[in-house]
């Protein structure tokens, strides 16, 4: 009896993924510093592969995460339209792959066998090993992402994601380039850098915002804030919070982080191409970091030597604690209360209203006018 080979129950190597990476890491690691040492690359060619970058990332940050993903906010066609071409330039398959692999990471994070990218099976896997074996049920059962297979614009992409893919990162850049007077340049910096980059900034928040920086709302997972990987991540690096509130339209919820994603949506929702911004109230995100800062004080204490000071000190805490929740709890209620009591007050204006009065007169005319009408109809007819 031979013991069972751990290797050949391992999915298989993921080819066309495989090559993707291995060509476009091989080109930038040798073609690229060649070309850039020989030629000069133009001006317009960098700021074309900065404004694509950008156009790349904040169509899988707003369109691919937030959007899609997470349902977060509504989006005009047009806009769906610029995220579904740029998104498949940033060549990470179509929407309706990304977010149902995506929503699985969000109800299964951290588990080994269920989360597609689980930062327990190491760095490397978390951000790039995973998409190197085959990952089928991320990708043919889509039964958690029945919404997206209705949207017909979604649909279409994944249908020619692959030509939409090829065009947008060879096509493309070429035709800017043709049209700039600098071919090559475009494509080594717009198609095969910008390529690279965006891969690896997506990929880091896979891998590095479950590992590297703090939690302030919650340590149910491994999911980190992290103000350097915010800026390099079109701020989905406030990924602690999003994993708490992941239909927040935000990721950065304070006015200071740096979240140009959030400033996206906000600012379009200004001129109506965006709406229905979901937002999680205030006292909710305040409710997680009190809860947070008692649990580590909790902690703290729980460590020290059990003497009589500290057993004292934790008892005081304990007590402190039972009195904030009884608070919190006391204030949600009279929130409610108070929102019952508004829609009581708005029915009974409505009753006793001057418009339903005369709401229902011109009913009752109405309904005379239409007796009346009904004889005239009979003797015409
Ligand atoms: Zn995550
Ligand atoms: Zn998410």
Redesign the pocket.
């Known amino acids: 009896m031979t013991a069972a080979n751990p290797a050949s129950s391992r999915p298989a190597i993921n080819k066309p993924a495989y090559a993707m990476f291995t060509i476009s890491t091989a080109l930038l690691l040798t073609v690229f510093p060649w070309y850039l040492f020989n030629y000069d690359v133009s001006a317009s060619a960098w700021v074309a592969g900065v404004a694509l970058l950008y156009a790349c990332g904040l169509s899988i940050t707003g369109g691919y995460?937030?959007l899609w993903?997470?349902r977060a906010y509504q989006a005009h066609w047009s806009l769906k339209a610029f995220y579904l071409l740029f998104g498949a330039m940033a060549f990470q398959n179509s929407v309706l792959v990304w977010a149902s692999t995506?929503r699985i990471?969000?109800a299964n994070v951290d588990d080994v066998d269920h989360d597609p990218y689980s930062i327990n099976r190491g760095l490397w896997y978390a951000h790039i090993g995973w998409m190197l074996r085959d990952y089928p049920s991320a990708r043919t059962d889509y039964s958690n992402a029945r919404d997206l297979l209705d949207d017909r614009l979604v649909m279409f992409q994944h249908n020619y994601c692959l030509p939409l893919a090829l065009f947008m990162n060879i096509g493309f850049p070429l035709l800017l380039g043709w049209a700039m007077g600098d071919v090559t340049g475009y494509l080594m910096v717009a198609g095969l850098l910008r390529l690279v980059v965006n891969h690896h900034v997506t990929f880091l928040i896979n891998s590095l915002a479950h590992y590297w920086g703090r939690r302030p709302y919650t340590i149910e997972n491994t999911a980190r804030d992290n103000d350097l990987l915010a800026f390099l991540t079109y701020g989905e690096g406030y990924h602690n919070y999003?994993?708490l509130f992941?239909w927040d339209y935000r990721n950065g919820v304070r006015w200071w982080q740096y979240d140009p994603t959030k400033w996206l949506i906000a600012s379009l929702s200004w001129v109506g191409i965006t709406r229905e911004l979901r937002r999680v109230p205030e006292f909710r995100i305040q409710r997680a970091m009190l809860q947070r800062q008692f649990d580590q004080v909790r902690e703290r204490l729980t460590g020290c030597n059990n003497e009589g000071r500290v057993a004292v000190l934790q008892q005081r805490f304990e007590h402190e604690l039972e009195t904030f929740k009884a608070t919190v709890n006391a204030w949600s209620h009279l929130q409610s209360q108070r929102i019952e009591a508004a829609r009581d007050k708005l029915a009974d204006q409505w009753q006793h209203s001057d418009m339903r009065q005369q709401l229902l007169v011109l009913e009752d005319r109405l309904r005379e006018q239409r007796q009346r009408m009904q004889p005239l109809h009979w003797q015409t007819a």
């Open positions: 995460h937030r993903a997470h995506h990471h969000h999003h994993h992941q």
